[in-house]
Structures are given as C-alpha cells and as structure tokens.
C-alpha cells in the first residue's frame, strides 16, 4: 500500500547493519509499515515554506541536538531541557542578528550513526561489532549488547512517538521541528507514505531528515530514496567530496522542487574549509541553501584516546563560512550543532585540556557543545550574521 513499506531498494546501500535476523526484520518492517506516521504532511509543508524564505535571505536555520539521541535519554525533563536549549539558542541568534531562525532539533529519530570501522578491539583483546545507534544495538561491550536486532527500530518509533508528545505539549514556543540522519533504509521505508491530499510520497519519521557524508553516492539507495520524497532535505558534504557527485545530487534532489528543499550542509573543518568551499559556492550558488556544520570536519582527540572538538576551530569553521558566503553575494543559510543542556566537557575550550582525560563525557558518539559553549558559537554566528 505504501510502495516503499513492501519492497527494499536494490540499489547499494552502505553503513547499513547485518541484522541478527532476516526473519525479524521482515516482521518489524511490516508492523512499521502500519504505524502512524510520526510526521503529517503539512508539517514538511510547513517547514519547506519557512526553508524557502530561507533561501530568499528571509531566515536562518538553526538545527541543534545530540549526535545520538539514546533511549535511555528520553524522558519528558530530558527532553524539555533539551527543546528549551535549542529554543534559548535561537533566541539569542535572533536578538543579535535580527534575522528569524528556523529550530530544527536533531530530536524524535536521531538513533543510528554511521561508523568509520565496522569492528573494534577493546582494552582487553576483544573484538566487537560497533555501536550503531540505539536505533541498531546497544553500547555494552558484549556480543548480545552488540548484535543488531531489527526489533530495536520499532523501540526506536516508540521513543520518537514519545518525544514528539512530549514535544507537543510544551506549546508556549517549544516546538521545534524535528530531524534526523535518514541512514537506515529499513526504518525510512516502512514510514514513507502517500500523502493523502497530494499522493506524493513523504518522509512520515520527521519533517525533515539529511543524507550524511558516508551514504550520499549519488547512484546509491539513500539519495534515490531522497529523491523520492516530498520533504525538504540536507546532504553533508565533506572536505573530501568529489564535486561531480554533489553536482549529481543537486540536480536530482533540486529538480521541479521548491527553492530550499536542499540544503548542503558543509563539514569541512577549519583547515579545509578555504580552499574546499568558494568552488561549491561559485558552483551552485542559490541552488541550496548553504548550512554549516562546524562540528564533523573538527574532530580531534586527547591524548587519552576519547574524541574532542576545539570550540576554536569550531568558531574559525563558522567564521570562515560566513566570509566565503557573503564574499561570493551569498546569504548563510544556517548552522549545524551536536550540543546538550547537560554539564559536559566533551569539547574543550583550549588545546591544553585535551592534554587531561575528559571529567563528564556523557555522549553515546561525538563531542557535544555545552550550554555555554554553544552559547558562544551561537552568538559570534549571529554577530557575523548581523554585520552582513
Ligand atoms: C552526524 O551528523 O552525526 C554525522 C555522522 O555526520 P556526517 O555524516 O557529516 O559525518
Ligand atoms: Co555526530
């Protein structure tokens, strides 16, 4: 009934997990396949009006959340703490540079992660499955904790659906939209509906989903799916991107759509960004709406092996970006973070603490900003911002 919901793409798809079983999975895609949708129709309807006005200099996206979202996490405070961080964000971008930001949270569906290494060696000999996601297997250091149970997507919808109620509830501007990496097809296309009113088909798991660096070949299973669907989307792209793909993926993500549907959210690092950057923009200039993510291109880490992120080559990526933007006549269109309400020390503020062990690393992946941190990285985006 829902075209995707009954068949999986045959076209390669990587990062995707070897399921502990075939039979499971086929069960849980069917029981997925009837659910509601997470995600109503006039919702991405909603989100693409404001993401067109976006691209016509009339907006700036701010899309903030964990790097993954985990199950354990998901209570009504938790979640509240975290809307209200991204609503104090936006506010503080909005009171400095006088422009209106869109909130997207990396909230209700941010469960898998794709992984540099399919395997890893422990400190005592022992070689494990990664962790994927909450969405996939768990971060136990066992072979049971590791394994990858299909029945781990529909606990995953159950989380989404939870977060979202909660989400509803706290009206009085607490309403981000919601958005997520769409990076296992097995959750994605059981939840891919026919809008009612239209008949084209939508991502139902959230208003808005992006396609991330490692799974966006341009002839691949995930950008085929994009290019299926109605809703607006991101592609991250890399330092190391082959500009003939991205040209691939502009053209058939952005062809009859609306301005804004894609945005190509740039992860360089700070070092690449200067020389990487001005041949994308001069490339396909409006076409997108240009977004940064200071985060991925500068991943580092201390000197006791756990990952860090420097805030100052974070503030040199934004900074960096929005010059090359306004430098080619074009409007940055918003800002990517893995930020958290929750007292971390994940990224660190100087070189020399990365020198020490991390006091309060708490993320399941990557580095997030703390309160004041993203602050700051908020707030020197939006005087960039306001200066343009
Ligand atoms: C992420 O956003 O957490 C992520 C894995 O990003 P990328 O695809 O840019 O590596
Ligand atoms: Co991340």
């Known amino acids: 009934m829902y075209g995707f919901a009954t068949r999986r793409s045959l076209l390669p798809a ?24 997470l995600a109503s129709c006039s919702g991405h309807r909603r989100l693409q009006n404001r993401l067109t006005e976006v691209a016509d200099g009339k907006g700036f996206v701010l899309q903030a959340g964990d790097c993954a979202e985990v199950f354990s996490d998901s209570g ?22 006088e422009i209106p930001a869109v909130r997207i949270g990396r909230l209700a569906g941010q469960y898998a992660k ?28 066992t072979v ?23 989400l509803d509830d706290q009206a009085g501007g607490l309403c981000p939209y919601t958005s997520h990496e769409a990076l296992l097809l097995d959750y994605e296309e059981p939840l891919t509906r026919a809008c009612a009113c239209h008949g084209r088909l939508y991502a139902s798991s959230a208003p808005y989903v992006w396609i991330g660096d490692r799974t966006r070949q341009p002839g691949g299973a995930h950008i085929a799916w994009a290019a299926s ?31 804004g549907r894609l945005s190509l959210i740039v992860r360089m690092g700070a070092d690449a ?7 994308l923009v001069e490339r396909f200039g409006n076409r997108v709406i240009w977004v940064c993510d200071p985060m991925h291109g500068n991943t580092t880490k201390r000197v006791t092996g756990e990952k860090s992120r420097l805030v100052p080559a974070i503030l040199e990526e934004i900074e960096k970006f929005v010059r090359i933007l306004f430098a080619a006549g074009l409007r940055p269109g918003g800002l990517h973070l893995e930020v958290t309400p929750a007292a971390v020390d994940e990224c660190v503020d100087f070189p020399s603490e990365l020198c020490s062990p991390a006091v309060r690393f708490r993320s399941a992946c990557d580095p997030r900003l703390n309160i004041a941190q993203a602050q700051q990285v908020v707030g020197l985006t939006a005087k960039l911002m306001a200066v343009g």
């Open 14 to 37: 990587l990062q995707q997990p070897q399921w502990n079983s075939e039979e499971a999975l086929s069960a849980v895609r069917a029981e997925l396949g009837e659910r509601d949708p």
């Open 144 to 166: 049971e904790g590791r394994a990858a149970d299909p029945k781990r997507l529909l606990t995953a919808y159950e989380h989404a659906l939870a977060t979202l109620r909660v």
């Open 273 to 279: 960004i200067g020389h990487q950057l001005p041949q």
């Open 76 to 97: 009504p405070d938790r979640i509240t703490a975290k809307a209200a961080q991204l609503e104090d964000l936006a506010q503080l971008f909005e009171s400095i540079a």
């Open 229 to 259: 669907i109605a809703n607006p989307v991101g592609v991250k792209v890399g330092k190391s991107a082959d500009h003939g793909e991205i040209a691939e993926i502009v053209d058939r993500l952005t062809a009859g759509r609306p301005a």
């Open 114 to 141: 794709p992984r540099s290494e399919p395997m890893e060696t422990l400190a005592d000999g022992r070689t494990l499955p990664v962790y994927r996601g909450d969405a996939v297997n768990g971060t136990e250091p």
